[in-house]
């Protein structure tokens, strides 16, 4: 009788042990959940798997006089990561990419620069976010027909490049576009001031309207496309 008692004693103890083991490890699930939630709404992990994912490493200084590009590359990768996700980053999580940005490139960063608020300004300059590039655009009016007022227009070419604008508007979101004259000399195999020329021929046609006029070695001129 003891003994059978003593064993009962024991599987319920066993029993009861085994129950805590369970209710713990649920707990301690349930309080990592919490604080995965939590650390995403303030931009902890979430910002950490974004930054990975936009090859936010590509982005860091490793020359000096170089932020002016580098910031804007990172604010077109966080852009489209916003695109993506169908939601804005909030305060603490733009801080956080910021933070892993001047981090990474402070060997090169220039002591009393406001480089949070050059950050933050060019996120909303962002036209074109990464991925949606001047080659996909490229590509993209390559498939389509020409604009209708350039439809007779003798030079192939020039008809394509009204197309590219085009699609760029579309990118965009009907926002102004950006003309680097370089790199779309690049995709047409022609020399800069070819694509200048083109340039003024669309606004001579009223395809195109200068919105602001770039400034050599640093910004490209944007400009609206128009129908």
Known sequence: MTTVLAKSLKMDALTALSGDFR????????????????????????VCGVWKAINGQECILTKPSSSNRQLFNLARRVVASEKRRGKKLSTNQYLTVFKQWESASRLFLRSGNDYLSEFLAKLSSVKIPAGETLEAAFRKAQGTQAPEKLREYPNTDVQLFGSLCRELHSMSNGQQIMLAQQPIAELFGCDPRTISNWIRALMTLDLLKLDKKGFKGKSASTYFYQE
């Open 23 to 46: 209710n713990e490890g649920k707990e301690d699930y349930e309080d990592e959940e919490i604080k995965e939630d939590d650390e995403n709404e303030d931009g902890g992990a979430w």
